[in-house]
């Protein structure tokens, strides 16, 4: 998750807080709101808005905190098949899926809206980026040849969550296509 001005404890009421905040976004996003402000968010929720005003500087940082938390899952296992090319086609398929459902359409066009400026670190991007990483070293570790991991990001996650932004069609082929192509980058 994104840093928040105050730190935020997890589990009792803190957790249940920020659950409850956590879903009246997503809710509000679901519903295609296109008036999303922290009083909105805390009567949704239901808590005062200085919880808001205090944890996060903006509602766009607390969009993309949301987005983020349901862009990447925790703990989500990586394909370990034995097999860069395996590895990649089975993890580009599940981004793939995950990505197209609708809530996540509209929880990614949010984050994606509530940008107006560069930022200096995304955290979706650098946890595919850890993940990437993950795998290509597994890979090396079995002496297979393998792209880079700023490949991988440029070459098959970058045009996925593209396709997804601006409604671009993402069949099950799509991935799969990807992923032929950054391997061929590497040989």
Partial sequence: MSENKAGIRRGGRSSRVLTAIHTAVGELVGEGSDKITFPVIA?????NPTTLYRRWDDVAALLEEVAVAALTQDGESLPDTGSIEQDLTEWADIIARDITRPQRVRYLRAMVAARVALVANCPITQTR??????????????????????QILDHVIAPLYHHVVFALEVDDEYPRRLVRDVLAMAR
């Fill in 129 to 150: 980026c850890e993940q990437a990483s993950e795998m290509v070293d597994r890979a090396r570790g079995r002496g297979e040849t393998t792209p880079t991991v700023e």
């Fill in 43 to 47: 009567e949704r929720a239901g808590v």
